[in-house]
């Protein structure tokens, strides 16, 4: 019993130091976020595909609620197709019905046929993820009546 006992002290005191430190670190983790999110929208804006498709890129890994503009933009205007690609993919993996719109807009109105049937893809990818959100949504309803 005292063994028992002893453990469970010991799971509750490294649960609440874990806890703290975690609660300490997101302040740091907020202020690097929002650094984070300052350079790769300027990325947006460079001469340099390179950088400019991975700061699409990544934006879109983050899902940046606040880059959906800038990518818009980027998709709308830029002259390179690998660009204007990777801030279609940033744009789907966001996921916000403005982004998402943008997507089925380029889908229609590139004149790229790459970035058309790309966009064409994700789009069609989104609305098939829709669907089944909706399909298993309907099943869990009718099997709790």
Known sequence: MKKRFTFVVLLYL????????YSQDSKYFNENRANTVASLLAGLESDNTGLKSGSAYMLGELKVTSAVIPLMRVLHND????VRIAAALALYKIGTPLSINAVKKASRFDESVRVKKLTQNFYADFVRNQNNEKNRATNYFAQSE
């Open 14 to 21: 490294i649960f609440n130091i874990s806890v703290s430190t």
């Open 79 to 82: 002259d390179n197709t690998e």
